[in-house]
Nanobody, 125 residues
Framework: VQLQASGGGLVQAGGSLRLSCAGSGRTFSEYFMAWSRQAPRKEREFVAASSPAGSRIDYYADSVKGRFTISRDGAKNTVYLQMSSLNAEDTAVYYC??????????????????WGQGTLVTVSS
């Protein structure tokens, strides 16, 4: 599985941005898909995850719940992260990840086997 993240950029506080993660090699419908982020001088942290298409459960970190939405487009083999009401604390490199059966869905940094290269999101205040 190869993952390619895109969509990062500079946005003002309160604005919105949509990240994309396009996959190749296998169909995403069989995988848990997750987004993590890593801010400067901080550890990588969980942002959101989506269960395989059959069960379709979404998971969110408390810090983004109600502001971020994870979604999939099976036809395009792409997972999205729609981010709104952005603030300076959302500034980070965002990574997408995939795994067939992670033991801990909310711990992609330890449990997910496949990773994209990261896309930088900068929120200006």
């Amino acid at each position: 599985v190869q993952l390619q993240a895109s969509g990062g950029g500079l946005v003002q506080a309160g604005g919105s941005l949509r990240l994309s993660c396009a996959g190749s090699g296998r169909t995403f419908s069989e995988y848990f898909m997750a987004w993590s982020r890593q801010a400067p001088r901080k550890e990588r942290e969980f942002v959101a995850a989506s269960s395989p298409a059959g069960s379709r459960i979404d998971y969110y970190a408390d810090s983004v719940k109600g502001r971020f939405t994870i979604s999939r487009d099976g036809a395009k083999n792409t997972v999205y992260l729609q981010m709104s009401s952005l603030n300076a604390e959302d500034t980070a490199v965002y990574y997408c990840a995939a795994d067939v059966s992670p033991a801990r869905v909310r711990c992609p940094q330890y449990e997910y086997d496949y990773w994209g290269q990261g896309t930088l999101v900068t929120v200006s205040s």
